[in-house]
């Protein structure tokens, strides 16, 4: 499968614990973006990373989210200490390094905090 | 403050017929605009884009249309199908060819049997 993996699909976490989403771009690109889509909204920049870099993550709240893209391994969104407010669908894209300007988005990971 | 803006948030067709989409923006400096195809529990898709030197593009059934001085962009679909039933994004970008994208909040296009 060539296209951007994200996992999980679903994943439901009490108030207070941790959420981990994890995305593996496309074989060969090295620009990796996640965004995040609330219920009857539009998809909302978080965060733009290259390999062991962040360029980006001016969308990203200040507090209890983090993300990082090491040498090696997926991509990971970390979310500390859920609240209600975070349940929400959240997308990776990836893009190569040569200026194309179209991403590749993965499926999604669903996050439910009950 | 919404920079890229989707106004209608669904918009129902008939089969065959044009379907065009709008999508309207604020800031003069994005430099490329995109159209993205999402269904339900998929990621958004890729559909064609355009680049801020140029006021149309055409693929297939799918032309984008950019107007500069209204900073305003539509896509037309002619003529529609049913598995053109989604939800449309609007997206702009600017800063570089690595600039990260501003999306609108969508319209759900159905196209009627």
């Known amino acids: 499968n060539a296209g951007v993996m994200q996992n999980p699909r679903h994943l439901v976490r009490r108030r207070g614990q941790e959420a981990r989403l994890r995305c593996s771009p496309v074989?060969?690109?090295?620009?990796v973006y996640w965004y995040r889509q609330l219920p009857e909204e539009g998809l909302k920049f978080m965060v733009y990373?290259?390999?062991?870099?962040?360029?980006?993550e001016s969308g990203m709240p200040k507090e209890r989210f983090s993300a990082e893209f090491p040498k090696e391994g997926p991509s990971i969104l970390r979310i500390q200490q859920v609240v209600r407010g975070d349940s929400a669908a959240y997308f990776c894209a990836s893009s190569p390094a040569d200026g194309n300007y179209g991403y590749t988005f993965g499926s999604g990971t669903r996050l439910t905090v009950v | 403050d919404q920079q890229v803006k989707q106004n209608s948030p669904s918009l129902s067709v008939q089969e065959g017929r044009i379907s065009i989409l709008n999508c309207d923006y604020t800031?003069?400096?994005?430099?490329?605009f995109l159209w993205y195809k999402k269904y339900p529990a998929e990621g958004p898709t890729f559909l064609i884009s355009?680049?801020?030197?140029?006021d149309k593009n055409e693929d297939g059934r799918f032309t984008v249309f950019l107007n500069k001085s209204a900073k305003h962009l539509s896509l037309h679909i002619v003529p529609s199908q049913p598995g053109d039933s989604a939800v449309y994004f609007c997206?702009?970008?600017?800063?570089?060819?690595?600039?990260?994208?501003?999306f609108g909040k969508g319209t759900k296009l159905s196209v009627k049997p």
């Open positions: 990373l290259q390999k062991e870099n962040i360029i980006d």
């Open positions: 355009i680049s801020s030197i140029k």
């Open positions: 997206a702009a970008r600017s800063g570089g060819s690595q600039g990260n994208l501003i």
């Open positions: 074989k060969g690109h090295s620009h």
């Open positions: 800031n003069s400096m994005f430099d490329y």
